[in-house]
């Protein structure tokens, strides 16, 4: 047990309090000191004021500091920003994490590869980031217990009669002879009881209380910030949040990001365009202006499962709902909601090409490439192949020698095709791309655009969030400590006999200093008590000599 400090009132303190719980008296040097008292927590011992001995204490101490706190905040905010600076990894046409860095670099420079060396590329999701959520989380919760738990005590404790050296220390104090101290105190208990205030009587004292939840607001705050912080740092965890995209061609099937065991089918993508009889008179010149504007567009889609009871490796799915996803009218299932956000109309699905001999233009053959998933080689028969040595679905010139890829969406594809023929069993070696030919050397065979497909794609958003009611209490809970915290004051107004017919007076409130004097000129008016005045320019001028102390200690 630690070290007690008992008051000459006989109440046994913790070591560190500055003010006695029971009756007020300064215990401490610096509270004595001061000509006004500090009354942020009732001078309670603090525990971050009177540990620091072990590792638990440091780091008690260290997270108690406001200073801390705010420092987690601003660090939390910068890197947020810095989180916008470049697209996030979401927002990238790359799909493995090579794909991913070579894209930074590619479009960035060496300003994208460090983006992505430093993880800024997936902020969000970081396990550094998420790091320092949970470290403003704890500050809040310590910072909050250390000040909250002592100060409860203190105001449980007190007593009604309060020391004369606790009541001069007030903003608010008079002390005068009056001509009947007790019935003044009787008196003015009857009047604050008719304005709302809670009323104590004892041994000649008087202690009038009103609003004591107020103080309570930035704690009920507190509470309702890390409710939503642990809802933030719950969206980290496998099933509690999915915000995915995926991008599904006309006729495909896929598996559904991060949806286990789902999986969604695109029968059809539909188009449709605002007409000229369809718009009205505002509208129409906004059509004139833009050509075309989009009526509808919507995902005929299937959604299928794996089949109960379906053995381990097998794929047999099962039908579970058809429905046209419709931008705001998703498709829904199982807690999961499948959006219409965007489209790709006319992609390149496969390129056919004719293998001729240059010279006479006579074709040996033609061959049909699909572009999601060419094959190796195509044997064109007569002892005529081609083989794909390598294939850039999104072509974007030769750097360092070398073709770059954008990404795996066949944009702009380009190939290095080896072309075998009787006449040129070694092979020739050309690189086609639209509108572009290369050779190492004269071949005598070359690849001949002949036609090209296409299909179109929806860009589908797959959501899932069992963290927003978590969220929404955090908030709900957030917003009544504001409000606990704002529109209401604690009010205490201390009234007691003293010397020969004296009678002290003295008050404090947290804020709103004018409404707690109107109250007590309200119980003047029907109660003889004596002047009293506030000393507002004397607390000012014990908080800049505190500060200098504090300049001076630094």
């Known amino acids: 047990m630690g070290n007690t400090i008992k008051c000459q009132c006989g109440h046994v303190n913790p070591e560190g309090t500055e003010l006695c719980e029971a009756c007020g008296r300064p215990l401490s040097e610096e509270a004595q000191e001061r000509k006004i008292a500090d009354m942020r927590y009732e001078g309670a011992a603090r525990r971050s004021k009177t540990h620091n001995m072990s590792i638990i204490d440091k780091t008690w101490n260290f997270f108690s500091s406001v200073t801390v706190g705010v420092s987690i905040i601003i660090i939390l905010l910068v890197t947020s920003a810095i989180g916008t600076l470049l697209p996030q990894k979401m927002y990238v046409a790359a799909q493995t994490e090579e794909e991913v860095a070579a894209y930074y670099e590619l479009h960035y420079g060496v300003v994208g590869k460090v983006y992505h ?10 396990w550094w980031f998420k790091i320092l959520v949970g470290m403003l989380g704890v500050s809040i919760i310590i910072a909050s217990v250390d000040r909250v738990v002592p100060l409860y005590k203190s105001l449980k404790k007190q007593r009604t009669r309060r020391h004369p050296s606790f009541m001069k220390r007030q903003r608010i104090y008079g002390a005068g002879q009056v001509d009947h101290p007790e019935q003044s105190v009787e008196q003015s208990a009857e009047q604050f009881k008719k304005l709302k205030y809670n009323v104590k009587v004892e041994d000649g004292a008087m202690l009038a209380e009103k609003g004591r939840f107020s103080r309570w607001g930035p704690y009920v705050n507190h509470t309702g910030l890390i409710i939503f912080l642990v809802g933030i740092l719950l969206r980290g965890l496998p099933g509690f949040y999915i915000d995915e995209e995926m991008w599904i061609r006309e006729g495909e099937r896929k598996a559904i990001p991060s949806a286990p065991g789902y999986y969604i089918e695109s029968e059809g993508f539909t188009m449709e365009y605002y007409s000229k009889e369809e718009a009205d008179e505002v509208f129409g010149k906004a059509l004139d202006k833009a050509g075309m504007i989009a009526k509808n567009y919507q995902t005929d889609a299937v959604l299928y499962k794996d089949k109960d009871g379906a053995l381990p490796g097998t794929t047999e799915l099962e039908e579970v709902k058809r429905h046209p996803i419709i931008v705001n009218e998703p498709l829904t299932h199982d807690g999961y909601s499948i959006f219409q956000m965007d489209y790709r109309l006319d992609e390149l699905y496969s390129m056919t090409f004719s293998l001729n001999e240059k010279a006479t233009g006579e074709s040996l053959g033609q061959m049909t490439i699909q572009l999601d998933n060419p094959e190796k080689s195509y044997d064109l028969g007569n002892g005529v192949e081609v083989e794909i040595l390598d294939y850039y679905s999104d072509y974007a010139g030769i750097k360092d020698g070398e073709p770059q890829n954008l990404s795996p969406v066949p944009n702009n594809p380009a190939f290095i095709f080896k072309m075998t023929t009787p006449e040129t069993p070694k092979g020739e070696t050309s690189f086609v791309a639209i509108r572009q030919t290369l050779e190492t050397e004269e071949n005598l065979y070359e690849m001949k655009f002949v036609a090209a497909d296409t299909r179109d794609i929806s860009g589908l958003v797959i959501r899932k969030d069992k963290t927003l009611w978590i969220l929404l209490i955090g908030g709900v809970i957030f ?27 003295a008050g404090h409130t947290n804020k709103n200093w004018f409404g707690l004097m109107k109250d007590i000129d309200a119980v003047n008016e029907h109660v003889q008590l ?14 800049e000599r505190l500060k200098e102390k504090k300049g001076e200690n630094e």
């Not at 506030?534 to 607390?539: G, H, K, N, P, Q």
């Open 117 to 126: 060396m430093l993880g800024f590329n997936d902020m969000y999701s970081s």
């Open 530 to 543: 004596p002047p009293y005045e506030d000393r507002e320019d004397l607390e000012k001028e014990e908080k």
């Open 479 to 505: 917003m009544i400590g504001v409000a606990q915290g704002s529109y209401w004051q604690h009010r205490r107004v201390w009234i007691s006999t003293g010397k020969e017919g004296e009678l002290l007076l």
